[in-house]
């Protein structure tokens, strides 16, 4: 699937192009919205490396890696929002999501909204049966997100990956194809 457009009343998912490198930055480099990410803060030549490689991954058949731009109506990047599908199994059927939204619009619905447009992608568009996302224990904003969007939470998986030299846990989220609802 190729381009991904998918709208919402406040968001857009889209391919990313080269100018989004600079307001890309500002999220991916932004201490604040990495703290529960598995990445320390980025800097404008790795998100550029960034943009490079996720433009390359959309072109691949089949597609597996949708990492797309929630933009808001202005045009403006609010997030960076990403679907990979599990290709361990070859009916394709379960997905992972991801998002990182810009600090100045937490609060606003928009993770949410980010979210909810993952799902349409997976579920409505791709016919995946799962969708499952993982998050830091301490990032309860996350777990809200998900929990308000039907997502259940499956457990925890101790020292899952290691995060600024330590082990840190991840708590799973997933919705199954069944369970799906859409406002």
């Given at each position: ?6 709208t ?18 500002g ?7 990495v ?29 597996v890696?949708?990492?797309?731009a ?43 909204e ?6 349409k ?8 049966y ?50 799906w609802?859409?406002?």
């Amino acid at each position: 699937m190729y381009p991904v457009m998918i709208t919402s009343p406040r968001l857009s998912l889209r391919e990313f192009t080269p100018d989004d490198v600079d307001p890309l930055t500002g999220i991916y480099g932004d201490p604040q919205v990495v703290e529960h990410m598995s990445f320390e803060p980025r800097s404008r030549d790795q998100v550029k490396a960034t943009i490079a490689s996720v433009t390359d991954a959309a072109q691949v058949e089949p597609r597996v890696e949708y990492s797309l731009a929630a933009a808001l109506p202005s045009g403006q990047l609010a997030a960076f929002a990403r679907l990979a599908i599990d290709t361990q199994h070859p009916a394709q059927s379960s997905g992972q999501i991801g998002f990182a939204l810009r600090a100045d619009l937490w609060g606003q619905g928009l993770g949410g909204e980010t979210v909810r447009l993952l799902l349409k992608l997976g579920l409505d568009e791709l016919g995946l049966y799962r969708v499952w996302g993982a998050r830091s224990p301490d990032n309860q904003p996350s777990a809200s997100v998900m929990s308000r969007l039907g997502m259940v939470e499956e457990g925890r998986i101790r020292g899952h990956i290691k995060v600024r030299g330590r082990w840190r846990d991840s708590v799973v989220h997933s919705i199954l194809a069944p369970e799906w609802r859409q406002d």
